[in-house]
């Protein structure tokens, strides 16, 4: 089994920043594409964030601009930076390959 762990959730002020982490254990990490998905509650899950194994990037509207997806194959680890974040990011963060599903990190942005 494929096991993909998130950290680097909590609890900020808007505006504030946070740097999620996903590592995998999969053996061909290099070569898929890692996704970063958020949920709220009362909302379906929404697609934040891709990165290709050619590092190519996309990024929903809402964040354009605000968060960068990067990612190092070597610590087989993607990450999600979060600048200027509003209340309405405020989810839960799933890290996402083709086959397989994190287990998702809390951030929360409130004053």
């Known amino acids: 089994q494929v096991q993909l762990v998130e950290s680097g959730g909590g609890l900020v002020q808007p505006g504030g920043s946070l740097r999620l982490s996903c590592t995998s254990s999969g053996i061909l990490f290099s070569i898929v594409a890692v996704s970063w998905y958020r949920q709220a509650p009362g909302n379906q899950r929404e697609l934040v964030a891709t990165?290709?194994?050619?590092?190519?990037?996309n990024y929903a509207d809402s964040v354009k601009g605000r968060f960068t997806i990067s990612r190092d194959n070597a610590k087989k680890t993607v990450y999600l930076q979060m600048n200027s974040l509003k209340p309405e990011d405020t989810a839960t963060y799933f890290c996402?390959?083709?086959?397989?599903w994190g287990q998702g990190t809390q951030v929360s942005v409130s004053s």
């Open positions: 996402v390959t083709p086959h397989s």
């Open positions: 990165i290709t194994s050619g590092g190519t990037t």
